[in-house]
Every structure is written in structure tokens, then in C-alpha cells.
């Protein structure tokens, strides 16, 4: 059945000059689930992981408690949760059950104290137990871990439990809190289950992500996205990035010298996702032409449709005339000047982790050079921060490091709000 996903791509110009050497594109790809076909809302079976050390005390733990309340209130009787907290030792404190008796679950939420240090493996592993009781391909299965802290001696563990819980499909949602966690573990752990990694600065924000995850699982409509890139002779892909909701490199699988697949993973109804391409034309004479094909394959269980595909040409007009040349499309380039910052930062982040001081300030200024000029005065400020410190103390802060590499990744966001 057709319909269920709209697929739409858009150049960087509508026409380009005939050049006799090779020429750099940018194709801006949309994806966005119609609703067509979904009757019913996906139920969800949720598995909250959670940080209760010592250091999690005060406004953080009372954070906690109030954020799973409101999960709670958010979820129905169909749908499936269990809370997995760990500092040490491991407790399961709801195990895998439908949501229909509200104050005992409230009275075991009220139970949450801080104590003890952090071992976060065992947390996860109970928590992938819980969520693959009765795991189903119907339902939304995600794992909402929230840490403040470094684990102990168990990275690689929890690295292989992340994956372990790719295989299972089910997601992880990483969310480092403050500014003491470790930001490459929760990156790879996102990355291993086709999850996502946030920073949360304060204790208040642990409220508006618990419930901003839950709003996205009982949004999801398709399910297994993956998009396919097939180029034409003389096109090459030379990197992908998703752009909307954020901006994070994909992890292309290469079938060819020509061709692509990029795994989009679940697709929220209203939202989806959008992908900026980066293609290598070889020169061609004036005329207009397909350089490539974009295949989205999907399932919509609510509809009961596995495998459906959803298919668009991408056509390039080429001309000897630079007055039919087109102007950039300006929310493309947009687009690309942001995912140029966002790479930026990273390369100066490994070069100050590389010790090479010098390259990284410079890199740092340049980059807050352009977020002043798209108005982003806090992250400015934060990369000039930054190369001061590089070049002062010859290190970047932990706080600063994780607030401008989250924050550039956050610039298309407001696109997705829109």
C-alpha cells in the first residue's frame, strides 16, 4: 500500500553551470510519515534505567522521581514498563507490567533514594531482561537510561549489551546528566542500539526529556526505516548527515562506489527525519539528467504492512548559460553551513584530545565566528571559552566539552519544531 511516507528531495540549486571538471552538490532529503493507513496508536513497552548514586542526591533525585511519575501518567493500560535502578548493586523496582494501578506504582516511584557508586551494566542488563519479556515487533521497545556519572570498570560490558539490544531492536536512549559522565561510552552505546544520546545540563531537564521520549514513542507509526541511495555512473555519495531532528553523522553502509544505505530507524508521525547528502558529480555536457535514486523500505505494523517502499529520482538541470544558473536554495545551505559548524567543533574537540593546542583554538574561534553570525551568542561564547582554556590550562572543561558538542548538534532543531 502506498502512501504511508512522503519522500521529497531537494538541490542545492535548481539549475548548476556545465563545469568541465568535477562539482560538489548537496541534496536535502525528507522523510516524513503521512499518517495514512494508522488507526490505532502504537502501544509501547518502556524500561527506565537508572543512575540513584550517591551523587545523584538532592535536586536530582527528587528530578527523578517527579520525571517517572509523570511517565506513568503519560502511559495506558496497554502499554508495558518496568524500573531498573542501579548504583553498586542493581534493584528492580517495577517489574515488566501494564500501567493500570497508578498510586502503587507512585508509592514504589516515592521509594527512589540515592546511594552507593556506579556500575551501569548491571542496570542495563536487567533492564534488556525485562524489555524481552514477550518482546513483539508491534510494540515500541525502548530502553530511557539516565546516568550522572562515570561507570566503573564495565564500559566494554555496557557496550556489549548495547548492542545486544540493537539486535533485539530495542533502543536506547542515553541522557548524560550535568557535566561528570562519560560522553564517548553513551555516544557508542546510542550508536550500538540505533538509539540517541542527549546532555542534560540541569536536574529540570530530566522532566521535559522523560516526557519528550515517551511523546515520541507513542508518535512512532513506521518502523525499520532504511533508505537506499543508488547513483548513476560519474555520481558518488561522499557523506550523509541526518539534519533533522539533529545533526549526527550516519553510518552509511557502502554497497558500492555508487550507492548507500543509511538506517533511519523509527519515524514519528508529523516529525520524521531529513538527511543532507553530499554528492561528487563528474562533468557532463549541459542537459538535464538522473544522477541517483532514493528507495525508503518500511513497515507500519499498525497497518500490517512490512516491506513497503517508497521511491523518487533525483534530477539535476545542467547549463552553458550563467544567466539560467539558479541562486542557492537558501534553506539548503542553511543546512549545510550548519553541519559545516557541527563538523567543525568535532575536529577541534579530537584535535585538543590528540594534544595538538594550536589547531584546536583555531578551530574553536572559527566556530564561534560562525554561530555569531547565525545568532547562536551562547555557543559563541562557549567555543571562545573553550580555545581560552585550550590555551591557557592546554585542556577544554567537561561542562564545555559536552555543551558545545550537544548544542551544535541541536542547531537544525527549531526546523524540527517547525
Not at 538506517?263 to 538522473?290: H, I, T
Not at 584535535?351 to 583555531?362: D, I, Y
Request: proline share 4%; glycine share 8%.
Amino acid at each position: 500500500m502506498a502512501g504511508e511516507v512522503n519522500l521529497q528531495s531537494i538541490l542545492n540549486r535548481a539549475a548548476f553551470q556545465a563545469m568541465t571538471s568535477p562539482q560538489k552538490i548537496y541534496t536535502l532529503i525528507h522523510v516524513r510519515p503521512t499518517g495514512e493507513g494508522v488507526q490505532v496508536q502504537m502501544p509501547v513497552k518502556l524500561c527506565l534505567v537508572l543512575d540513584r548514586s550517591g551523587s545523584m542526591a538532592g535536586d536530582k533525585i527528587r528530578n527523578l522521581r517527579e520525571a517517572v511519575k509523570l511517565v506513568i501518567g503519560r502511559l495506558s493500560p496497554q502499554d508495558l514498563l518496568s524500573v531498573v535502578l542501579f548504583d553498586d548493586n542493581v534493584d528492580l523496582l517495577v517489574p515488566c507490567q501494564p500501567v493500570n494501578n497508578l498510586q502503587q506504582l507512585y508509592a514504589q516511584v516515592d521509594r527512589i533514594t540515592d546511594r552507593g557508586g556506579t556500575t551501569m551494566s548491571k542496570g542495563m542488563r536487567k533492564g534488556l531482561d525485562e524489555l524481552r519479556k514477550g518482546l513483539a515487533d508491534q510494540r515500541i521497545s525502548r530502553m530511557l537510561l539516565l546516568t550522572d556519572g562515570e561507570t566503573y570498570g564495565d564500559d566494554e560490558v555496557c557496550q556489549q549489551l548495547a548492542a545486544e539490544c540493537g539486535q533485539f531492536r530495542v533502543a536506547i536512549s542515553a541522557l548524560g546528566l550535568g557535566e561528570d559522565w562519560n560522553m564517548p561510552l553513551l555516544e557508542a552505546i546510542a550508536q550500538q542500539s540505533s538509539g540517541a544520546v542527549d546532555h542534560l545540563a540541569v536536574p529540570d531537564a530530566i522532566v521535559s526529556e522523560f516526557q519528550r521520549t515517551v511523546r515520541s514513542m507513542q508518535g512512532t507509526v513506521v518502523r525499520n526505516a532504511q533508505l537506499t541511495l543508488r547513483s548513476v555512473a560519474g555520481v558518488s555519495p561522499i557523506a550523509a548527515w541526518r539534519v533533522v531532528p539533529d545533526i549526527s553523522q550516519l553510518n552509511a553502509r557502502t554497497l558500492s562506489d555508487r550507492d548507500l544505505q543509511l538506517p533511519l530507524g523509527d519515524l514519528e508521525l508529523g516529525k520524521g527525519q531529513s538527511l543532507l547528502v553530499e554528492l561528487l558529480v563528474q562533468p557532463k555536457a549541459a542537459g538535464a539528467y538522473r544522477i541517483a535514486q532514493v528507495d525508503v523500505a518500511y513497515d507500519v505494523p499498525a497497518a500490517g504492512l512490512t516491506g513497503e517502499h517508497v521511491r523518487q529520482d533525483i534530477l539535476l538541470t545542467l547549463t552553458d548559460d550563467p544567466l539560467q544558473v539558479a541562486p542557492f536554495n537558501a534553506d539548503v545551505m542553511n543546512l549545510v553551513e550548519k553541519v559545516s559548524v557541527f563538523k567543525l567543533q568535532t575536529r577541534a574537540l579530537n584535535e585538543a584530545k590528540a594534544g595538538n593546542v594550536a589547531l584546536a583554538t583555531q578551530q574553536l574561534r572559527t566556530a564561534a565566528t560562525r554561530l555569531l553570525n547565525m545568532g547562536e551568542v551562547e555557543l559563541a561564547q562557549a567555543a571562545q571559552q573553550e580555545a581560552a582554556n585550550l590555551e591557557q590550562q592546554g585542556q577544554m572543561s567537561p561542562g564545555g566539552t559536552k555543551k558545545l558538542s550537544y548544542g551544535t548538534r541541536k542547531l537544525t532543531q527549531r526546523l524540527d519544531d517547525a
